[in-house]
Antibody
Framework: QVQLQESGPKLVKPSQNLFLTCDVSDGSIKTGKYHWSWLRQSPGKGLEWIGYIFYSGTTYYNSSLKNRVIISFNVSKNRLSLLLNSVTAADTAIYYC????????????WGRGTLVTVSS | DIQLTQSPSFLSASVGDKVTITCRASQAIAKYLAWYQQKPGKAPELLVYDASTLHSGVPSRFSGGGSETEFTLTINGLQPEDFGTYFCQQLNNYPITFGPGTKVDFK
C-alpha cells in the first residue's frame, strides 16, 4: 500500500511562501493509477481541499486560494510538492498529502500530516 | 460552492447502538459522496465512497446510503473503536468540499 510522508517548515512568517513536499513510498506516481492531492485542516475552517494533480499533469485547485497555490510532482524523486504563496495566519493548519484512484475524486490514502503555523 | 451540513454535530451512544449520521448537500450531487472517520491526532480514513460503496477493509457494520442531496452513514452495532469524528465529502463539483463533522462519543 502507498505510504505518504509530508515534510517542510513548521513555522512560516506572514507574507512568505510555504513549500511542502510529500515522499511517496513505492514509486506509485509513475504508475498513473492515482491522483495526488493536498488538503488541510484547521480548527476554524475544518477540512479543506487544496487541489489535485493527475499523472497527466492536469491540476485542479480550490478557487478560495485565489491563485496562490501550485501543486507539482517529481516522478523520478517520487515526490509531490505544494507551494502556497503569500501566507497569512489563516493558512495555519495541518497539511496532508493524499492520493486516490485515478478516475475518482475520493481520497484513499492520507499522509500523517504536518502542522504549519503562520506567525511573525 | 456546494455546502454540506451534517447532523447531529455531536452524538453520545452506547456500545451496540445503531447510529445514523446525515449529510445534506446544498445542491444535487448524484452519488458522489464519501465518508471519512478521523480519530484525534490522526489523518481521516476513508469509509465509504460513491455514497454506498464500502472501502476495502471497512467493517460491514458501516453502511452508506442516499443520493442527490441527502445521505446517511449508519453504524449498526457501535463498537468502542468507532469513536471519533465523521466527515462527509462531496466529489461531484469543484471545489471539493467537506461537511463540518459529527463527533461520536460514548455514554
Amino acid at each position: 500500500q502507498v505510504q505518504l510522508q509530508e515534510s517542510g517548515p513548521k513555522l512560516v512568517k506572514p507574507s512568505q511562501n510555504l513549500f511542502l513536499t510529500c515522499d511517496v513510498s513505492d514509486g506509485s506516481i509513475k504508475t498513473g493509477k492515482y491522483h495526488w492531492s493536498w488538503l488541510r485542516q484547521s480548527p476554524g475552517k475544518g477540512l479543506e481541499w487544496i487541489g489535485y494533480i493527475f499523472y497527466s499533469g492536469t491540476t485542479y485547485y480550490n478557487s478560495s486560494l485565489k491563485n496562490r497555490v501550485i501543486i507539482s510532482f517529481n516522478v523520478s524523486k517520487n515526490r509531490l510538492s505544494l507551494l502556497l504563496n503569500s501566507v497569512t495566519a489563516a493558512d495555519t493548519a495541518i497539511y496532508y498529502c493524499a492520493c486516490g484512484p485515478e478516475h475518482t475524486n475520493y481520497v484513499e490514502t492520507w499522509g500523517r500530516g504536518t502542522l504549519v503555523t503562520v506567525s511573525s | 460552492d456546494i455546502q454540506l451540513t451534517q447532523s447531529p454535530s455531536f452524538l453520545s451512544a452506547s456500545v451496540g447502538d445503531k447510529v445514523t449520521i446525515t449529510c445534506r448537500a446544498s445542491q444535487a450531487i448524484a452519488k458522489y459522496l464519501a465518508w471519512y472517520q478521523q480519530k484525534p491526532g490522526k489523518a481521516p480514513e476513508l469509509l465509504v465512497y460513491d455514497a454506498s460503496t464500502l472501502h476495502s477493509g471497512v467493517p460491514s457494520r458501516f453502511s452508506g446510503g442516499g443520493s442527490e442531496t441527502e445521505f446517511t452513514l449508519t453504524i449498526n452495532g457501535l463498537q468502542p473503536e468507532d469513536f471519533g469524528t465523521y466527515f462527509c465529502q462531496q466529489l461531484n463539483n469543484y471545489p471539493i468540499t467537506f461537511g463540518p463533522g459529527t463527533k461520536v462519543d460514548f455514554k
